[in-house]
């Protein structure tokens, strides 16, 4: 094993990518000692995003993962130990964050995780652990474009594109929460998960003219939220508001015409949410967004949607192929020992 995993002498189980583009391999290394400003976390679940399946792959250069690694972005779990300079949480206490699986960073899929306080919050007493776990990269995500970006506000008219998929159907709450009016586009069979949000459902094959005619008589939207990415983001400029409108993507690479958002006189930005992460700037925000998430959360207007199936340690490979491949029902959630629970 490499020697960056040599600290600590009791050892826990952790799913281990030696290679890109293989399976991770189940196996003992030791249990981090966490340093004064981290928190040692028992982990009960792990959420597994689509970055999870590129970073597997070797697909995710901006992750810039360093191998060999423990997999895994989001946690929930109960805190086992607290160092030194750490105040705000105790043993015992449950909690969930986005807190690893790129840089050096140690990832979820393991039993314990010495973490970044910062990037730590209490998780909501409405929810279970694992559907705690599920939140973290999404809800963060979708603050970050809808709250701190788009400054989404009541009676706006804003548009999630995929509206249905794990950052999307966050976002529609998220937008509802704060007062907007929210449309959401989607394929056929995610129609009726979006209708249950409470947002206007908008086939994704409908020319951009048609429903931004249907929905804001040619006006455009005040924001739209691109969840995508490529061909849907440059949608979203022909999909804005003139003067006022305003176009957050999540996945704004590659080459754009900025031309159609220009001719309409609106404005656009983009979310990198691994910044804080990769960086060490901007990690008490993460904390804070957490934060406001678990008060909607126990509000009743913020709820995950889980995958049905149950996978654990073992079984990462069938979880991280529901995820490539589409084919799940809802967010994916790993297992990781015995405490996992409703």
Wanted: glycine share 12%; proline share 4%; net charge negative.
């Amino acid at each position: 094993m490499d020697r960056k995993f040599e600290r600590g002498e009791r050892r826990m189980r952790a799913a281990v990518l030696e290679r890109f583009g293989e399976a991770p391999a189940v196996t003992e290394i030791p249990i981090p000692v966490p340093a004064a400003d981290q928190v040692l976390v028992e982990i009960v679940a792990s959420g597994v995003n689509p970055l999870d399946t590129k970073i597997r792959a070797g697909e995710a250069a901006h992750a810039r993962i360093q191998l060999p690694a423990v997999l895994g972005l989001d946690l929930a779990g109960v805190v086992e130990d607290v160092g030194a300079a750490v105040t705000g949480f105790d043993r015992g206490d449950r909690v969930y964050g986005l807190t690893g699986g790129v840089g050096d960073l140690q990832g979820s899929l393991a039993e314990f995780a010495a973490v970044d306080a910062r990037l730590l919050a209490p998780a909501p007493q409405c929810l279970s652990l694992r559907e705690a776990a599920a939140l973290p990269l999404v809800v963060i995500t979708a603050c970050e474009a809808l709250v701190d970006r788009a400054q989404v506000r009541p009676r706006q008219r804003v548009l999630v594109h995929g509206g249905a998929g794990g950052v999307g159907h966050v976002a529609v709450q998220i937008a509802q929460a704060r007062g907007a009016e929210v449309f959401a586009t989607g394929s056929a069979r995610s129609l009726d998960t979006i209708k249950r949000l409470g947002a206007t459902t908008i086939d994704y094959t409908t020319p951009v003219e048609s429903y931004v005619a249907e929905h804001t008589d040619g006006e455009g939207f005040d924001v739209v939220f691109d969840t995508v990415g490529g061909a849907v983001l440059d949608a979203s400029f022909a999909a804005a508001r003139a003067y006022t409108g305003h176009v957050v993507s999540a996945l704004g690479w590659g080459t754009h015409n900025l031309a159609p958002l220009s001719f309409r006189n609106a404005t656009y930005s983009g979310v990198f949410t691994l910044a804080p992460m990769l960086t060490g700037h901007g990690r008490d925000h993460h904390g804070e967004i957490l934060r406001e998430a678990t008060a909607l959360a126990d509000a009743g207007v913020l709820a995950p949607r889980l995958d049905p199936h149950r996978f654990t340690l073992e079984t990462v490979d069938e979880a991280h192929e529901v995820v490539a491949t589409g084919t799940g029902s809802g967010k994916v959630v790993v297992d990781i020992g015995d405490r996992a629970i409703e």
